[in-house]
């Protein structure tokens, strides 16, 4: 499917503050300020070497100090797999305002996860990463492998549906090809208990359009983490869009600190303790080296619904025969890895760990 899938949302006047440069800035003022009098000054120029260095020691050092990072990942980390950004100089939005259409070099299913993607997947095995807050609809979080139970995707997913009856979830290959919370035309098959029928329940896609409510669970989860975060890191977004852009000003007030990654400036760039401005993935390379951890390397879309208690890679899976992997979690239960196959199979691996019971089940499927 096509990454253009804010064709497919409703029109909507105020999209924030659009095609902002690229650029390390010298404020007047900003023009995110709703003074429409005052302007913003900018230097055409990134973060030097010998500042990137020194700001990424630092954001290093504040992580190794951390006892609970929490990130905040935008459209920014996804630009080098392809897929656009919303608000840059070549962004969405921005080649909306000027009337031209958006350029794609890949689709929602052949876009691999970003170095930053992965290097994220490799903070939280190794600990150091506690929450991971989205506001991306690409998946490639999920895909790249990253646990959901520690993972709030505010605004959906687009290789994700839900049982508008019992709240099951179906991560399915292949993008869904409707939005806005709308019905897929499939419907559940979770069987209940006692050989009882099956749910039937209608799916409906988990993409929000402008007007819809965030998911009250991923929400709270995210407000939960943001509060009890000490340090909240920020990744290619310009904290434009509320809730999700004021999430980590709870950290802030809480008495923790903001570290912002972006290249334009952002809506919080005055309560920000680190600023850098330069790629993501640049800035991720370096922080990961620094603190001598390995970025995992990606082997295929895996899914990966809880987290461990130790960090632990995760080996290639064996096959199965079914094709739908139910999830039963127990007290003393399993951790299960699922890989998607390029054929459509769903194969498994099953990694001993306990765990609580899941609050909502999810079935991965090939999709019908």
Not at 193 to 208: E, H, N, P, Q, V
Request: glycine share 8%; net charge neutral.
């Amino acid at each position: 499917m096509s990454v253009n899938y804010a064709a497919g949302l409703s029109s909507y006047a105020d999209k924030g503050v659009c095609g902002l440069p690229e650029t390390k800035h010298c404020m007047k003022a900003s023009l995110l300020d709703p003074c429409p009098s005052q302007t913003l000054l900018h230097i055409q120029v990134f973060d030097s070497p010998e500042e990137l260095k020194a700001k990424v020691e630092t954001l290093a050092q504040l992580i190794k100090e951390s006892q609970y990072l929490v990130v905040h990942s935008g459209a920014g980390i996804s630009t080098s797999t392809g897929i656009p950004d919303f608000r840059g100089p070549k962004g969405v939005w921005t080649l909306e305002e000027k009337g031209e259409s958006p350029h794609f070099d890949t689709t929602f299913e052949d876009a691999r996860p970003s170095v930053t993607h992965m290097a994220l997947l490799g903070l939280q095995r190794a600990g150091c990463l506690k929450y991971l807050i989205s506001q991306n609809v690409d998946g490639l979080h999920v895909r790249s492998g990253f646990p959901r139970d520690v993972l709030s995707e505010l605004h959906g997913n687009m290789f994700v549906e839900e049982c508008e009856k019992c709240g099951r979830q179906y991560v399915r290959e292949k993008a869904i090809d409707v939005m806005g919370l709308k019905p897929t035309g499939r419907h559940c098959g979770v069987v209940r208990s006692r050989g009882l029928r099956a749910c039937r329940g209608k799916l409906i896609s988990t993409i929000l359009d402008w007007e819809d409510a965030l998911p009250d669970k991923d929400l709270n989860k995210a407000e939960e983490a943001s509060r009890r975060a000490d340090l909240a890191l920020t990744l290619g977004t310009s904290l434009q869009i509320k809730p999700s852009g004021d999430l980590p000003l709870l950290t802030k007030r809480k008495g923790g600190k903001l570290a912002i990654v972006n290249l334009q400036p952002t809506k919080h760039d005055k309560h920000a303790h680190l600023r850098i401005h330069s790629y993501v993935d640049d800035v991720m390379k370096q922080l990961m080296e620094l603190l001598g951890l390995d970025i995992p390397k990606w082997e295929g879309p895996t899914l990966c619904e809880t987290s461990t208690a130790t960090a632990t890679d995760i080996k290639p899976p064996r096959a199965v025969p079914e094709k739908k992997v139910k999830r039963e979690a127990t007290k003393e239960g399993k951790r299960d890895t699922t890989a998607l196959t390029d054929d459509g199979s769903v194969e498994q691996e099953a990694v001993s760990v306990k765990r609580e019971r899941a609050d909502s089940p999810v079935e991965l499927k090939e999709e019908k």
